[in-house]
């Protein structure tokens, strides 16, 4: 059978809807400074920048207080943010200079860790590479730390908005002038309810833009200011589940091999939240070759495996959830984050370290440059793209883009599967990433060839609904509380097959696809904002704040 190539049935960025060139409403909200997105990143940017002005002001400086906003979709802080995670506490130690780590919210030091390759029934130890090592970090919960992080910037009089997801960048000229929120309490033909809230402009001398991966005004601001990279940004589905556990898991655990194909890029992980809980995930590149390649069944497959299943029985399932990374690195990152009244920082510019699947440090310490950046930027009154440039050069020159220059190519190396690759990434560790020298080009997702051949290790799976679940059951634990009657935020493109329509229902975690006949359902309700069909399939666009998951532990 012909292969599905993801691009052909992609449509392209509503650009039309997402940059608008308007004035703001008379009644438009003004702040100095906006952070989009409430994650690690703008919120440590806000903190940072708050910090600032009560230094200066300290110091005898007559600077006013400045008004700076945060914009989150979620209905309360944390509910969209999911890591892993291992925590790497560098940039909350910079930010906090006055506080210990005991005083952050983590589970747990990482004392020990292992990893395995694993085959379907056994596994193998092997040597942690120096990528992995994470001695000296902290396991946590990202919405624990996001919504601490939130408390400390109300503290300091940052105005944080959830609830509010941004839908358009408003621009005049080539200057990013604020946004505009999405309406809310429409019904499904997009007709005003007796709940109807109309959208919300808010202004700002600077919009950072910390909407987390594949961010979609990023995306459209880099697209209409035709912003490139050497290549472009790849990204990864990852899958993860928080258990209730009847004994400790002892140290970090991170797997390779089974039950990905040999084709996929991606790995295990199990971190131990405290005593009593478990975060356990299974992440895959999304340039993965079969179409009905399946993360969250894969996901339920792992569980059963002799490594994971004992860590797991006789606990419980609290929570399910699922989120993209970018995955690119250092080739893929913008050539610039900055323009006229703009700056980018966290994952929606691609500061991840993929080797060592870490995020949350680099978007804290890019939230953080860009608020040094607006500092100085608003004190000379010139927020030009000639005066905010200076994050970019703060950035490369900061160890973010030191550490990834030295994994430049190692995602890259695993393009013609995990055998050569695991032997070209260990040759480039050994080297310090000078081997393979040059840059390993690369495609984007969207144009890798999907086989529609099915294979036996893809087998439909069966969930007993205590040990493996289903998509509906899985969104359940995601706490999902979108409305049912919500206007469809998903961007169907054309000619979509029944093989397509398989495709996207394999592809997407949280069942919002389906295949009915030879035509393709879409239940946009239960979207959690993964965003990997934004990568993959029907485009993903801001809708009613408080729509998706409601997570606690992610
Ligand atoms: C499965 C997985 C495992 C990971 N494991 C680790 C790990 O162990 N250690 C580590 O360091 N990193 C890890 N990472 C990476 C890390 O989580 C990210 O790099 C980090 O969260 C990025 O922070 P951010 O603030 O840029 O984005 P996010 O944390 O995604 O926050 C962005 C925020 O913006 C909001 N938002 C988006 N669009 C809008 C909009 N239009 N309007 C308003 N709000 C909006 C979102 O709801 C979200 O709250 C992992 C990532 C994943 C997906
Ligand atoms: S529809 Fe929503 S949940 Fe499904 S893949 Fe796309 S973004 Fe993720």
Known sequence: MTPILPRRHQRQLPLDQLILAQEPSAEALEMDVLFVGAGPSGLAGAIQLAKLVKAAQAA???????????????????EHNLSGAVINPRALRELFPE????????????????????????????????????????????????????????????????????????????????????????????QPTGSYQE?????????????????????????WRNVGSENPQIFA??????WQVKRPLDRVIHTLGWPLPSTAFGG???YPLGPEM????????????????????????????????????GGELLEWG???????????????????????????????????LKGVHYAM??????????????????VSAASLATYDRLVNESYIVQDMYKTRNMRLAFKHGFVAGGVRAGLMTLTGGRFPGGRIPMHEDADQPRSVAATAALAPLVPDGTLTVSKVDAVFKSGNATRDTIPQHLLVGTDVSAEVADFYAHLCPAGVYERVGDELRVNAPNCIDCKATDVLGPRWTPREGGSGPKYRLM
């Open 268 to 270: 295990s992980w199990m």
């Open 99 to 190: 506080l210990k780590d005991t005083d952050f919210p983590f589970r747990q030091p990482v004392s020990a860790e292992s990893v395995y390759y694993l085959t379907e029934g056994g596994s193998l130890k092997l040597p942690t590479p120096p990528t992995m090592h994470n001695r000296g970090y902290y396991t946590a919960s990202l919405c624990e730390v996001v919504r601490w992080l939130g408390e400390q910037a109300e503290a300091l009089g940052v105005n944080i908005f959830p609830g509010f997801p941004a839908e358009a960048l408003l621009v005049a000229g080539q200057t990013v002038k604020g946004v505009r929120t999405t309406p809310s309490g429409l019904d499904r033909e997009r």
């Open 322 to 356: 699922a989120k993209t990374i970018p995955e690119g690195g250092f080739y893929s990152l913008p050539e610039r984050r900055s323009g006229d009244g703009l700056l980018m920082a966290g994952d929606t510019a691609g500061f991840v370290d993929v080797p060592s």
């Open 199 to 223: 959208p919300t402009d808010i202004t700002a001398k600077i919009t950072v833009l910390t909407e987390g991966t594949r961010g979609t005004l990023g995306q459209a601001w880099r697209e």
């Open 237 to 242: 589905l990852g899958v993860k589940e928080v």
């Open 60 to 78: 005898g400086s007559s600077m006013p207080d400045l008004n700076i906003g945060v914009l989150e979709k979620a209905g309360s802080l944390g």
């Open 278 to 313: 478990v975060s356990l995930g299974l992440v895959v590149g999304l340039d993965y070759r079969e179409a009905n390649l399946d993360v969250h069944v894969l996901l339920q497959r792992l569980k059963q495996h002799p490594l994971v299943r004992p860590h797991l029985e």
């Open 365 to 382: 310490q890019t939230g953080m440059l860009a608020a040094r950046t607006a500092f100085d930027a608003l004190q000379a009154d010139d």
